[in-house]
């Protein structure tokens, strides 16, 4: 069915769903998506409401006081979370070895990834902190399901690199994800951003506007993510229908945690990076997502093992069901 379906998938997420609109497209990826793993979903909803305190000790306890995504976001600036501090250093060493070379454009010559699938066993800490405890409760209370880590776009693991340096034509207007945008992978989705180095504004960080916020955007706009309003909205537009007051600036110390809900808050960065940005990010989706990334796109793996917990294996695996 995938392969049938394969070629209208990748015309219809082409250009941020622009051929039927990005609302119309998900509603289609939904539905498609639930044929294929709908019994996938249903067990992770119930995993949770029946058994996620089981799932946790049976992971580990957390080890901190967890995080609770309010208005569709969460800081941490304890540096307590589990691997956070070995996350960092094994990060610091693929910088070294991959960063401050342009590898790749995609459209977004400002922007490219440097983590390959080589890593996630060379470096454990990765997938250690992405599947800790503490990270989990933060995510799962918020989306109320036992979400994957996404397998195509976005990658769920991304160690990203943002800079001027490589972008042939800096001066140019705002382009692609340097706009504000709210993601159409999934809905609701989470993101979990680490700060790898000191954030300022020179460094382009990432920038949002709390869930509250976008949704008054979202009536103040009318027709966004439809056929005409499309997906990315310029700064003019939007501070016409919101106060650029609430914009909130991830600029942050080393170590510092974001927890989004990216399909609730309207987004942008990697603005006028004149020194590098360096971030970890990862992405939960459910096995439900609004996009058809995973029938055309090349999946991301993420290696399992036997001895590893349910709970783990769920966020690493979409076709598992304990």
Same mark, same amino acid.
Request: hydrophobic residues 35%; contains cysteine; charged residues 25%.
């Given at each position: 069915?995938?392969?049938?379906?394969?070629?209208?998938?990748?015309?219809?997420?082409?250009?941020?769903?622009?051929? /039927?609109?990005?609302?119309?497209?998900?509603?289609?990826?939904?539905?498609?998506?639930?044929?294929?793993?709908?019994?996938?979903?249903?067990? *992770?909803?119930?995993?949770?409401? @029946?058994?996620?305190?089981? %799932? +946790?000790?049976?992971?580990?306890?957390? !080890?901190?006081?967890?995080?609770? $995504?309010?208005?569709?976001?969460? +800081?941490?600036?304890?540096?307590?979370?589990?691997? %956070?501090?070995?996350?960092?250093?094994?990060?610091?060493?693929?910088?070294?070895?991959?960063?401050?070379?342009?590898?790749?454009?995609?459209?977004?010559?400002?922007?490219?990834? /440097?983590?390959?699938?080589?890593?996630?066993?060379?470096?454990?800490? $990765?997938?250690?902190? !992405?599947?800790?405890?503490?990270?989990?409760?933060?995510?799962?209370?918020?989306?109320?399901? $036992?979400?994957?880590?996404?397998?195509?776009?976005?990658?769920?693991?991304? /160690?990203?690199?943002?800079?001027?340096?490589?972008?042939?034509?800096?001066?140019?207007?705002?382009?692609?994800?340097?706009?504000?945008?709210?993601?159409?992978?999934?809905?609701?989705?989470?993101?979990?951003?680490?700060?790898?180095?000191?954030?300022?504004?020179?460094?382009?960080?990432?920038?949002?506007?709390?869930?509250?916020?976008?949704?008054?955007?979202?009536?103040?706009?009318?027709?966004?993510?439809?056929?005409?309003?499309?997906?990315?909205?310029?700064?003019?537009?939007?501070?016409?229908?919101?106060?650029?007051?609430?914009? +909130?600036?991830?600029?942050?110390?080393?170590?510092?945690?974001?927890? %989004?809900? @990216?399909? !609730?808050?309207?987004?942008?960065?990697?603005?006028?990076?004149?020194?590098?940005?360096? /971030?970890?990010?990862?992405?939960?989706?459910?096995?439900?997502?609004?996009?058809?990334?995973?029938?055309? %796109?090349?999946?991301?793996?993420?290696?399992?093992?036997?001895?590893?917990? *349910?709970?783990?294996?769920?966020?690493?695996?979409?076709?598992? +069901?304990?």
């Amino acid at each position: 069915m995938d392969r049938v379906v394969k070629p209208a998938g990748r015309l219809l997420d082409r250009d941020s769903m622009q051929l /039927l609109g990005v609302d119309n497209t998900m509603k289609l990826a939904r539905a498609y998506n639930k044929l294929r793993y709908g019994r996938h979903h249903e067990c *992770r909803r119930m995993a949770y409401w @029946n058994k996620f305190e089981e %799932l +946790i000790a049976e992971n580990g306890p957390a !080890a901190a006081q967890v995080n609770e $995504i309010k208005d569709g976001w969460v +800081i941490d600036t304890s540096g307590k979370i589990p691997y %956070l501090g070995q996350l960092m250093e094994d990060a610091g060493e693929i910088i070294k070895e991959r960063g401050g070379v342009k590898r790749q454009d995609y459209g977004r010559p400002f922007f490219q990834e /440097l983590i390959t699938e080589e890593h996630f066993e060379k470096y454990p800490s $990765i997938l250690n902190f !992405a599947t800790s405890s503490d990270v989990l409760s933060t995510v799962c209370k918020y989306l109320e399901f $036992i979400p994957t880590l996404s397998c195509s776009m976005p990658f769920g693991v991304r /160690l990203v690199e943002s800079w001027n340096k490589f972008d042939d034509s800096p001066d140019r207007p705002l382009r692609a994800s340097q706009l504000f945008h709210l993601d159409y992978h999934d809905k609701p989705m989470a993101y979990v951003i680490v700060l790898l180095r000191d954030v300022a504004m020179e460094n382009g960080p990432f920038c949002f506007l709390p869930k509250s916020v976008s949704e008054e955007a979202c009536r103040g706009l009318g027709n966004y993510h439809s056929k005409k309003g499309g997906h990315r909205v310029p700064d003019e537009r939007m501070y016409e229908v919101v106060s650029e007051s609430d914009l +909130i600036r991830v600029c942050y110390p080393a170590g510092t945690v974001l927890f %989004l809900d @990216n399909s !609730a808050c309207f987004h942008y960065g990697s603005r006028n990076a004149v020194k590098p940005r360096y /971030l970890m990010m990862f992405a939960y989706l459910s096995t439900l997502r609004t996009d058809f990334g995973d029938i055309w %796109l090349e999946n991301l793996s993420y290696p399992v093992n036997a001895s590893d917990s *349910r709970l783990r294996k769920m966020i690493l695996d979409k076709e598992y +069901i304990d």
